[in-house]
């Protein structure tokens, strides 16, 4: 039956879509200009990165966080080379996720891309690990982002009514890929939570036009990571495959290929961003 099928495909030029050979320029294809995103945690750090490089590339972008002087100035200094919008909010609490919904569902009718990045950790030993480090970090990493796009469904479908799909992209971590070097327990369940949650979510809300996949960074110089890499920087670039921590446009790269035309088939997926860190592991010995 299959050799039948392909037999009639090849010998009958009919049957073959030649609409689907058809591919766009570089510059249709990675194209994101146009587009609503919001980037939560994106007063600095990694979601600092990716805003830049969607503000850069033509993306109306709003920033969230909970200081709401450093996101107002990071969207000034933003708004002189394109359109970015800070909206401060707690996303630790239910209120903080429903405040943000809210004042997006009041200010665009849709939303084409949702980074959840904002996140936390909390590392400590076994024996002293508290709830409070517990709770913090998976209601932020991992109750918020669910919450957060549920609430923003409306406008994410809105958007999958147009040209192209709409987009979410969680920031896990390759902490959730692999066991992490310190005691960060939590952090490290939030982080394969939503790595998971991400392949659950792809599978129900692709019939809405909505694909969700995320991003597994490796180090990235950030407040979060400051105290590591002022202490270990040269051990962990010398132990990276590619010889370095990651920088801005490792991952607005990332990010804007997943928000483009090219990364419309992409869907459920976890792409670690780590310089080959998660790849080469198992190695047991150094060359
Ligand atoms: N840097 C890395 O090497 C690395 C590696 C793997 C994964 N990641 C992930 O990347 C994401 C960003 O981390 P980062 O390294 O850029 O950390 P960061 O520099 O500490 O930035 C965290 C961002 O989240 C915001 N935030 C923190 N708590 C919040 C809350 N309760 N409500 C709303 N916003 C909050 C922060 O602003 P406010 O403090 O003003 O709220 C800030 O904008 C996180 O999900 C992290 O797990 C980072």
């Known amino acids: 039956m299959a050799a039948g099928f392909e037999q009639a495909a090849v010998s009958d030029p009919q049957t073959i879509n030649r609409d689907v050979l058809k591919v766009k320029h570089m510059q249709d294809l990675f194209s994101i200009a146009g587009k609503v995103a919001l980037v939560t945690g994106g007063s600095r750090g990694i979601g600092e990165m990716i805003a830049r490089g969607y503000v850069a590339n ?34 630790g609490n239910m209120q903080g996720v429903d405040h ?9 009718s849709k939303l084409d891309i949702l980074v959840n990045n904002a996140g936390a950790n909390w590392g400590a030993n076994i024996d002293e690990f508290p709830e409070a480090g517990w709770d913090k970090v998976m209601d932020l990493n991992l109750k918020s982002p669910f919450f957060l796009t549920q609430r923003l469904l409306p406008l994410l479908r809105a958007a999958a ?16 890929l692999s066991t992490p070097a310190f005691e960060t327990y939590s952090y490290a369940a939030s982080k394969a939570g939503i790595i998971h949650l991400t392949r659950h979510l792809a599978k129900f809300l692709a019939k809405d036009g909505i694909n969700v996949t995320a991003i597994a960074p490796g180090p990235f110089p950030s407040k979060m990571m400051a105290a590591t890499l002022n202490e270990f920087e040269a051990e962990i670039a010398a132990a990276n495959p590619c010889g370095r921590v990651g920088k801005a446009e490792d991952m607005a790269g990332v990010a804007i290929f997943l928000a483009s035309k090219a990364g419309e088939y992409v869907n459920g997926v976890t792409i670690p961003v780590d310089g080959g860190i998660t790849a080469t592991l198992g190695s047991w010995v150094q060359p």
């Open 161 to 176: 009514l147009s040209e192209q799909r709409a987009r979410v992209i969680n920031i896990g971590s390759i902490d959730g």
């Open 100 to 108: 943000l919904a809210q004042q997006l569902n009041e200010r665009e």
């Open 58 to 91: 033509g993306v109306k972008t709003y920033i969230s966080s909970r200081n709401a002087e450093v996101c107002e100035q990071l969207a000034t200094e933003l708004s002189r080379e394109g359109e970015c919008i800070a909206i401060p909010a707690d996303l």
